[in-house]
């Protein structure tokens, strides 16, 4: 019943902005944690930033002070603000979430993936 819904991915040059979101939906009693990941093509995944519910953050080293993360408890939304955005930013980002149900144990979801392409 849980379901995550990531936007705001598409095309920007080099040193622009993009916005994400990522909404979950459902009956949920508690956002443990959202992160976001991101994967370039013939790449693994690797995580860019995550938070959990008490606001603690952590990015990855490439995108501290341009990528910010935050989680908007009211909506069920994670948003990660990306500035500054290079090349190297580009390819497929997913929103991943662990999430306690309504009446069950903690769960593992992921979204469908945004694709985020940065031009030179």
């Known amino acids: 019943q849980v379901q995550l819904v990531e936007s705001g991915g598409g095309l920007v040059q080099a040193g622009g902005s993009l916005r994400l979101s990522c909404a979950a939906s459902g009956s949920i009693r508690r956002i443990n944690d959202m992160v976001w990941y991101r994967q370039a093509p013939g790449q693994q995944r690797e995580l860019v930033a995550g938070?959990?519910?008490?606001?603690?953050?952590n990015s990855a080293d490439s995108v501290v002070g341009r990528f910010t993360i935050s989680l908007d408890n009211s909506k069920n939304t994670v948003y990660l603000q990306m500035n500054s955005l290079k090349p190297e930013d580009t390819g497929v980002y997913y929103c991943?979430?662990?999430?306690?149900?309504?009446?069950?144990?903690?769960?593992?979801?992921w979204g469908q993936g945004t694709q985020v392409t940065v031009s030179s």
């Open positions: 938070i959990t519910s008490d606001g603690s953050t």
């Open positions: 991943h979430a662990v999430i306690t149900p309504a009446g069950g144990w903690p769960r593992r979801y």
